[in-house]
């Protein structure tokens, strides 16, 4: 089963911005759209970006995606506390027939 | 408002059966395809089984092919997953999640609260 490739952690003070990188391959990321979830401690995940650069409604515009070829990368601006999580990105992939999601990406603000 | 509540996890010995449930409400549940994911203790999500809105089309990660059936009943607005064989490996909080599309392509928006299965 394949996954997307995340950094393991990502990190910033108050109010810098923090890009988290997702990597994938021509059957995933390439050919379908990109999602991403934040998933504070202890609760279930939620929906941060869709298709792509896709905020859902009262998703913060701190918050912002997009894609390139087989990668994808969620950026945060303005980091707030609230900001600590969990983010995983994910897609479909076409090859394997399965939803595939990245191995997550754990954001600690400073 | 939009609500998955999951139920049906608990103590399972090796090898055993669980079939967990999914009730959904404040949505048209026949318009949506539904997604099973899991999370083992500390470790990141996992994708299990996708149903398509209409039950035509399943899909299921390799780790489960052939021990899970993912299933829906749209009259009661109820999904499910019958896991047989199960493994040690299994053990984790089982989440329940909307799809954005009737299909299964594109990912999922709203999930429930989950519910723990613990093979032991």
């Known amino acids: 089963q394949s996954v997307l490739t995340q950094p393991p952690s990502a990190s910033g003070t108050p109010g810098q911005r923090v890009t988290i990188s997702c990597s994938g391959g021509s059957s995933d990321i390439a050919t379908n759209t990109v999602n991403w979830y934040q998933q504070l401690p202890g609760t279930a995940p939620k929906l941060l970006m869709y298709n792509n650069n896709q905020r859902p409604s009262g998703v913060p515009d701190r918050f912002s995606g997009s894609k390139s070829g087989t990668s994808a990368s969620l950026a945060i601006g303005g980091l707030l506390s609230e900001d600590e999580a969990d983010y995983y990105c994910a897609a479909w992939d076409d090859s394997l027939n399965t939803y595939v999601f990245g191995t997550g990406t754990n954001v600690a603000v400073l | 408002q939009v609500q998955l509540v999951e139920s049906g996890g608990g103590v399972v010995q090796p090898g055993r059966s669980l079939r967990v449930s999914c009730a959904a409400s404040?949505?048209?549940?026949?318009?949506?395809?539904m997604h099973w994911v899991r999370q083992a203790p500390g470790k990141g999500l996992e994708w299990v089984a996708v149903i398509w809105y209409d039950g035509r089309d399943t899909f299921y990660a390799d780790s489960v092919k052939g021990r899970f059936t993912i299933s829906r009943d749209n009259s009661k607005n109820t999904l499910y997953l019958q896991m047989n064989s199960l493994r040690v490996e299994d053990t984790g909080v089982y989440y329940c999640?909307?799809?954005?599309?009737?299909?299964?392509?594109?990912?999922?928006?709203?999930w429930g609260q989950g519910t723990t299965v613990i093979v032991s």
């Open positions: 404040g949505f048209n549940f026949s318009s949506h395809g």
């Open positions: 999640a909307r799809g954005l599309s009737r299909t299964s392509y594109y990912g999922m928006d709203v």
